[in-house]
């Protein structure tokens, strides 16, 4: 079975430019994550989809980040403009159902660095 | 509000010793407990988790966890380390039963293992 598909794994780009990351989940998985992990810190979520519905995007900083789910399989975040504080790896993961006690299985992760 | 502590950023041991990797949370309701490991440039992987059954939980690769409520506790252990086990491992928890319910990741503890 394949599992949680991000690209691209490393981004390089200079501040105010825009960025974007995909990710294609397992298949079947009705739930999709993003994260945010900065270096030495653990994972912090931005968004969570049920099929294409964003069910809590409140730590997500609506001024400059924007994420879509068409079709309720595929997502894509995107950042515009971004930071020199946006530099870090961005995580996808993706879950059988919406419940939170579901396992949740990630992807490799991009990582991203403005400069 | 639910919040986790991982009590060591980083612990060290001998190959063949025993392993405890220390968390600590604190939930509102019933609590769901995870332990998460990240191996570096590889996506995180559950290890194993508590949703309110058996206090004691196995995992893969050796490693248990036992719910202490009365000490709101979810330490992992492994009777004997090997040096596959060096990574970063995050304890995770989410409420049952909460409507404000979030998934939060501890910042992480880095398991070192000398040959």
């Known amino acids: 079975e394949a599992g949680v598909v991000q690209s691209p794994r490393y981004k390089i780009i200079e501040k105010k430019q825009p960025v974007a990351f995909w990710c294609n989940p397992i298949?079947?998985?009705?739930?999709l994550y993003w994260y945010l992990q900065n270096l030495g810190q653990g994972p912090e979520l931005l968004i969570r989809?049920?099929?294409?519905?964003?069910?809590?995007d409140s730590q997500l900083p609506k001024d400059r980040f924007s994420a879509e789910r068409l079709k309720g399989v595929d997502s894509t975040l995107k950042i515009q403009p971004a930071e020199l504080g946006d530099s870090a790896v961005y995580l996808c993961?993706?879950?059988?159902?919406?419940?939170?006690?579901?396992?949740?299985?990630f992807g490799p992760g991009t990582r991203l660095l403005v400069l | 509000a639910q919040s986790v502590t991982q009590l060591d950023s980083h612990v060290s041991v001998s190959e063949g010793t025993p392993v405890l990797l220390r968390c600590n949370y604190s939930?509102?309701?019933?609590?769901?407990l995870f332990w998460y490991v990240q191996h570096p440039n590889k996506g995180l992987q559950l290890l194993l988790k508590?949703?309110?059954?058996?206090?004691l939980v196995k995992g893969i690769n050796g490693f248990e966890a036992e719910f202490k409520k009365s000490e709101t506790s979810f330490h992992l252990t492994k009777p004997s380390a090997h040096m596959s086990d060096a990574a970063e491992y995050f304890c995770?928890?989410?409420?049952?039963?909460?409507?404000?319910?979030?998934?939060?990741f501890g910042s992480g503890t880095r398991l070192s293992i000398r040959p």
């Open positions: 993961a993706s879950s059988l159902g919406g419940r939170l006690q579901e396992t949740q299985y």
């Open positions: 298949s079947g998985h009705n739930t």
């Open positions: 989809y049920e099929n294409e519905e964003a069910v809590d």
């Open positions: 939930s509102s309701y019933s609590p769901s």
């Open positions: 508590y949703t309110s059954a058996a206090t």
């Open positions: 995770v928890v989410s409420d049952l039963k909460s409507s404000a319910s979030k998934i939060i």
